[in-house]
T-cell receptor, first 117, second 115 residues
């Protein structure tokens, strides 16, 4: 079974600065998807960025980018030019691509990001 | 362009009561997932539907949990004889198809509190 570990329960960043959230995972599969989701307080989970394991190039979405290290099974999220609206819980998630699996997501325990003025 | 909706948003149940949680997926979405998110934790998979077929229910914690999607659109998660450990946010997600490459869109969740 796959596991996802987020070792930083809370992080804080000043507005306009850069912060990196860590995620490691364990799997025996060679192909899979990795995701970062954002969950603002009392609001629904939204997808921030996704990475396909067979792609060597790190994914980027505007101010969000990842550092995907497949051999180390590491998948960190970098948020540049942090904004107050970035404050939320961030979840790292894994999804298998094996045929017959339910496409279910396996989540880490989350990192709460605070953005200060 | 409505997203995934869930009702009720909040539910308080006395221990032993039965509850039913509803999920309305995005129109046309074939796949539907239920997750349970305990306080301070990440969501955990409960069950998966492709159209009306429940293809995976490996995450349901006990036989008190039952889910259905009879017409392949709206889904209901039912919990019988609720226990305090059932207190959590129940998230529903839908995706366009069963292929793993399609994004899952989440609803706002139902927060269940069992007293």
């Amino acid at each position: 079974a796959q596991t996802v570990t987020q070792s930083q329960p809370e992080m804080s960043v000043q507005e306009a600065e850069t912060v990196t959230l860590s995620c490691t995972y364990d799997t025996s599969e060679s192909d899979y998807y990795l995701f970062w989701y954002k969950q603002p307080p009392s609001r629904q989970m939204i997808l921030v960025i996704r990475q396909e394991a067979y792609k060597q190039q790190n994914a980027t979405e505007n101010r969000f980018s990842v550092n995907f290290q497949k051999a180390a099974k590491s998948f960190s999220l970098k948020i540049s030019d942090s904004q107050l609206g970035d404050a939320a819980m961030y979840f790292c998630a894994y999804r298998s691509v094996r045929t017959g699996t339910a496409s279910k997501l396996t989540f880490g325990t989350g990192t709460r990001l605070q953005v200060t003025l | 362009g409505a997203g995934v909706s869930q009702s009720p948003r909040y539910k308080v149940a006395k221990r032993g009561q039965d509850v039913a949680l509803r999920c309305d997926p995005i129109s046309g979405h074939v796949s539907l997932f239920w997750y349970q998110q305990a306080l301070g934790q990440g969501p955990e998979f409960l069950t998966y539907f492709q159209n009306e077929a429940q293809l995976d229910k490996s995450g349901l914690p006990s036989d008190r949990f039952f889910a259905e999607r009879p017409e392949g659109s709206v889904s209901t998660l039912k919990i019988q004889r609720t226990q305090q450990e059932d207190s959590a946010v129940y998230l529903c997600a839908s995706s366009l198809a069963g292929s793993q490459r399609f994004e899952q869109y989440f609803g706002p969740g139902t927060r269940l509190t069992v007293t």
